[in-house]
């Protein structure tokens, strides 16, 4: 069975670091690349980005570009998405998805990462 | 390339047939997705490439068009088909979504 497993709630202040994770499990890991994308409160959803965990190879959004990092280990079968210093506006929940193809659709979703940033 | 749904909610009732709209601020020729998502829930895959019935959805959903303009028909609802719906243009990066349409099912 495929499973993309991510890590749990994060409550973090502006400025602070945080790397989230996503552990893909009941398929060859590196033949799909792994996306994120982002959902704000009572919001819709928004590509943020994604890898080839073959090569570590990464497109951004533009508007995400510079603001996150997305890589991967493909020895333990995790992506991950990071940032540097986080903003109130950064708060959101965050997913993991499985590309179907490189450039299809996302058939196998996380469960969510709930990022709270506040002072 | 923007993505424009329609409705953005709408009300029905079970046994109904429902259509939601896409549309394309240019051409995507035929990669469109679409999605359904409960509250709480991640988004799970329905239909992909306009018309490709992803495993496991029933076969009362439907998709179709081509170019820049799509449909998603939900035909016999059921109460568990109450949920948001969004579609995606996976014809090029980044790739965007639609803003949604919420089903609600009297």
């Known amino acids: 069975e495929v499973q993309l497993v991510q890590s749990g709630v994060e409550v973090k202040k502006p400025g602070e670091s945080l790397r989230i994770s996503c552990k893909g499990s009941?398929?060859?890991?590196?033949?799909?690349?792994i996306t994120w994308v982002r959902q704000m409160p009572g919001k819709g959803l928004e590509w943020m980005g994604r890898?080839?965990?073959?090569?570590?190879?990464?497109n951004y959004s533009p508007s995400f570009q510079g603001h996150v990092t997305i890589s991967v280990d493909k020895t333990i079968n995790t992506a991950y998405l990071q940032w540097s210093s986080l903003k109130a506006s950064d708060t959101a929940t965050y997913y993991c998805?499985?590309?179907?193809?490189?450039?299809?659709?996302?058939?196998?979703w996380g469960q969510g990462t709930l990022v709270a940033v506040s002072s | 390339i923007q993505m424009t749904q329609s409705p953005s909610s709408l009300s029905t009732s079970v046994g109904d047939t429902v259509t939601i709209t896409c549309r394309a601020s240019q051409y995507i020729n035929i990669f469109l997705n679409w999605y359904q998502q409960k509250p709480g829930k991640a988004p799970k895959l329905l239909m992909y490439e306009t018309s490709n019935l992803e495993s496991g959805v029933p076969a009362r959903f439907n998709g179709s068009g081509s170019g820049t303009d799509f449909t998603l028909t939900i035909s016999s609802l059921q109460p568990e088909d109450c949920a948001t719906y969004y579609c995606?243009?996976?014809?090029?990066?980044?790739?965007?979504f639609g803003q949604g349409t919420k089903l609600e099912i009297k």
């Open positions: 890898i080839d965990p073959t090569d570590s190879y990464t």
């Open positions: 009941g398929y060859a890991f590196t033949d799909q690349w």
């Open positions: 995606q243009q996976s014809y090029s990066t980044p790739s965007t």
């Open positions: 998805a499985r590309l179907k193809t490189v450039a299809g659709p996302f058939d196998f």
